[in-house]
């Protein structure tokens, strides 16, 4: 009789435990097809590369770029990244230009340093995505039932902060802007533009001199480009 209950309650979690998965599932497959269908467009270039902080002859190509920090700007909102610096890159070339494209061509020299910040593909820069934008709902306020006893570290303060997840549709459209935003790869039509990405966890009043570099397929060019 005791295994029976010890077997019952075992086979009574696992189908609580899959019906528990398959609610979780349905609500995260919904907030999904939610999130999809946000508007994300590509980063346009702009006009022309004087539009740009800099600009430089690589070849036939031009390159073009803007530094915007912590900022990750994109057509339809202003992301922040702590652990990202962030450059807005455009090439222009002759009519019917191609080019072949890789965030591994790029590479950022912050501070006259020797050895630049190679550029990290988009994906990277996920984790440390923050909407300015997004505030965090209202704590409930406590029933009469649930008030009792204070218990040191119990109540939220400004050491002891309510912690509230971001939700999943809320991070989600972040990463969907960020990544149509960012640098195409592969063979493309010019002109072209995109946020191309470096690790770079300083503060931004501590940078003095930045410089993209750029080694692709069609030659080299360094930009002085700052804030």
């Known amino acids: 009789m005791r295994y029976f209950i010890t077997s019952g309650t075992g086979v009574l979690a696992a189908v609580l435990s899959a019906v528990f998965c398959q609610g979780a599932s349905a609500q995260n497959a919904a907030a999904l097809k939610t999130a999809q269908i946000i508007e994300a467009p590509n980063l ?3 006009g022309s590369p004087a539009e740009y902080q800099a600009h430089a002859q690589a070849g036939a190509i031009t390159v073009a770029a803007e530094f915007t920090g912590h900022s990750v700007t994109t057509p339809l909102a202003i992301f922040t990244s702590e652990d990202y610096v962030v450059v807005e890159v455009a090439l222009f070339g002759p009519p019917e230009a191609h080019v072949k494209l890789s965030h591994e061509d790029f590479s950022l020299r912050v501070n006259g340093k020797k050895t630049p910040l ?4 988009f994906l990277l ?10 505030v965090p709902p209202e704590p409930k306020p406590p029933k009469d039932e649930d008030a009792g006893v204070a218990v040191a570290g119990s109540k939220p303060s400004e050491r002891n902060p309510v912690w509230h997840p ?4 809320v991070t989600h ?3 969907q ?3 149509n935003a960012s640098l195409p790869e592969g063979d493309r039509a010019l002109p072209v533009a995109g946020l191309i990405f ?4 300083g503060r931004e009043n501590g940078i003095a001199s930045v ?5 692709g397929p069609a030659g080299r060019a360094s930009l002085p480009i700052h804030l």
Request: zero cysteines; aromatic letters at 16%; proline letters at 14%.
């Open 173 to 175: 459209r972040m990463e």
């Open 44 to 46: 346009p270039p702009r």
């Open 198 to 201: 470096f690790h770079y966890t």
């Open 125 to 134: 820069a996920f984790k440390s995505l923050k909407d300015p934008e997004y």
């Open 211 to 215: 410089e993209l570099l750029y080694d």
């Open 118 to 121: 190679p550029a990290q593909q």
């Open 177 to 179: 802007r960020v990544q």
């Open 166 to 169: 971001v939700p999943f549709e």
